[in-house]
């Protein structure tokens, strides 16, 4: 076994001093090669963050543009309905309830009456005098029982 | 940078070993192109390998194996390579062996011996290392290594034809 051994490794020397051809490899241009590489992943992390950039910029300048002066949802009539209060009771289903009930608008937001009509009231209340204006109809207000509801 | 002088100089001393363990599978031309690629890789790497000359060897064989997969069928293409007349090593008149002996003795074993053989004398690696670039167990590699080494000493201890004139 050892002189097995002993033979081998005699061997193995004598195949060491055997020296394989050279190589025509050039660690220079690797080395290059390798900078050039890396510089150039690096040059397209930041192109592409250059990108990201300019698109948000691009959208955060749009933005404002797109929407300005023009309403984002179709505008409701609230004229004439308005939420008056919430309502709670004591039922586990209904906890809140809103109400949304006619009311008489202040003058102010009320629409301007033709000048006809305003001829036309003068002309009555200067021949029938007050009375003959029509009474005014306003809703009359329900007590709410919330034990009811 | 000195990191890289350091690498640079670890695996400038085994280029020519390099070389000839990817001669393993590719001709003499494609077997530098692999090896200087394999460098560049080397040398892009941002933390660098703990065995640089072992992940050489490694990254040497799977970038051959690769380059066999997109040109041809690989054991033909081993087999071929095998066969062919480029020398493996510098004619030295210096040697007890022969260079082309040894070729020969050395084509004549089985692929994975033969490199086994090429990583160990040439690529003055430990088992252990081998046994990682060859993906086997350390004592299959030490199994095939011995018996490689007998096939060798028979084949180059071959007495030689006699030529008839």
């Known amino acids: 076994m050892q002189e097995n051994d002993a033979v081998n490794r005699e061997l193995e020397d004598a195949l060491r001093n055997l020296s394989p051809k050279t190589a025509k490899v050039d660690p220079i241009a690797a080395a290059f090669a390798a900078g050039q590489r890396s510089t150039l992943r690096k040059l397209r992390v930041w192109h592409s963050a250059v990108a990201a950039m300019l698109l948000v910029n691009l959208g955060l300048w749009c933005w404002p543009s797109l929407h300005n002066g023009v309403p984002l949802v179709p505008a409701l009539d609230t004229s004439r309905n308005r939420t008056i209060g919430v309502l709670s009771g004591p039922s586990p289903l209904m906890t809140s309830t809103s109400l949304s009930v006619p009311v008489m608008l202040p003058d102010s937001e009320r629409p301007p009456l033709s000048d006809q009509s305003l001829a036309a009231l003068e002309r009555t209340v200067l021949e029938r005098g007050v009375d003959a204006l029509p009474v005014a109809h306003v809703p009359t207000q329900r007590p709410v029982n919330l034990d009811k509801l | ?165």
Not at chain 2, 5 to 29: G, I
Not at chain 2, 91 to 110: G, W
Not at chain 2, 117 to 129: N, P, T, Y
């Open chain 2, 1 to 165: 940078m000195g990191e890289h002088d350091r690498l640079a100089q670890l695996v400038m001393q085994r280029l020519a070993a390099l070389t000839l363990f990817a001669r393993q599978w590719l001709d003499a031309a494609s077997a530098e192109d692999v090896v200087q690629e394999t460098l560049t890789t080397l040398l892009m790497q941002r933390k660098s390998p703990d065995d640089p000359v072992a992940w050489m060897f490694r990254a040497v064989r799977n970038a051959a194996i690769d380059h066999c997969r997109t040109s041809a069928n690989r054991r033909r293409r081993e087999q071929s390579v095998a066969e062919a007349r480029g020398e493996w090593f510098e004619p030295r008149i210096d040697v007890a062996i022969d260079a082309r002996s040894a070729e020969q003795a050395l084509k004549q074993l089985d692929p994975t011996d033969r490199q086994i053989i090429v990583l160990r004398i040439w690529g003055d690696l430990g088992l252990a290392a081998i046994a990682r670039i060859m993906e086997m167990g350390t004592t299959t590699v030490h199994e095939r290594y011995s018996a490689a080494l007998e096939k060798l000493r028979t084949a180059l201890e071959k007495p030689c034809r006699k030529t008839t004139p």
